[in-house]
């Protein structure tokens, strides 16, 4: 059995999910290969036949795929697996890219697609979480190709090898006119990224605005070298980012250590953070959810509490 991860990168580095997929992959298959598609991402191919347990980097590189339309992107997978039959597994980060790309790759090879797992069972079994993590389900597939998403937190990042796999080059399929890439907007930060990050910081709706998330949070973020987070509610009421959000509608997180600062604990929020090595709730309300899943619980206010903790760092 061979599996094929998709890489995820920005055309210099590889992504920390891709690592997490390709732990995924290996127990998935006796054989697993990475197939990395880019513009100028030559050295991504490189990072990526350096990882251990990589037999080989299949290495698409066009102008057309600088940037990774999903209709382009998976264009490209179904034409390398029709031509390289024999894959029983393709595996995508559960990401926004991933999520975006794999349903289409599915549809396209008239397989179902495996979403989000966090645990492989055996080669055609495997474990994910429904209801918010409140259950997990047991689900089998008899496709031939298993098309399947990997949640990050639920596998350890791949790490490098003693030896490089060979890195095989392949011409890119000709492009679709079902979209266009016109521009993006990209929100540059020192701070580590959120799904990556070992320390976060979380602000809730009590926070009360914008001004005070940054007055408050991050003060105690720098000291940390935290990432920042919020919950639904947060962003939702404007006072941080849509990128910020953590929850089962926006980012699952899995840091070493989990700060969460206002927030009540609704479920959603809770199956994004659960996972946490670490979590410490601070909240005013003795009865808020959240502290049913903290380590450490601090029943004050918010607004005197962390600059305290910020003095003593």
Known sequence: MTALVIAEHDNHHLKNATLNA????????????????????????????????????????????????????????????????????VLFASTASGKNIAPRVAALLDVAQISDITKVISADTFERPIYAGNAIATVQSLDPVKVITVRTTGFDAAKQGSSIAPVESLQAVAGTALSEFLGQEVALSDRPELTGAKVIVSGGRALGSNEKFA??????????????????????????????????????????????????????????????????AINKDPEAPIFSVADYGLEADLFEAVPEWVKLL
Do not use: F
């Open 22 to 89: 390709l732990t995924a992959a290996q127990e998935c298959a006796t054989q697993v290969h990475i197939l990395v598609m880019g513009s100028g991402s030559g050295s991504v191919a490189a990072q990526a036949a350096a990882l251990a347990g990589v037999a080989k980097v299949v290495h698409v590189d066009s102008p057309q795929l600088a940037h990774p339309l999903a209709e382009t992107v998976s264009a490209q997978v179904l034409a390398y697996l029709q031509a390289s039959p024999g894959y029983t597994h």
């Open 215 to 280: 007055e408050v949070l991050t003060p105690l973020a720098d000291k940390l070298g935290a990432a920042l987070g919020a919950s639904r509610a947060a962003v939702d009421a404007g006072y941080a980012p849509n990128d910020w959000q953590v929850g089962q509608t926006g980012k699952i997180v899995a840091p070493e250590l989990y700060v969460a600062c206002g927030i009540s604990g609704a479920i959603q929020h809770l199956a994004g953070m659960k996972d946490s090595k670490v979590i410490v």
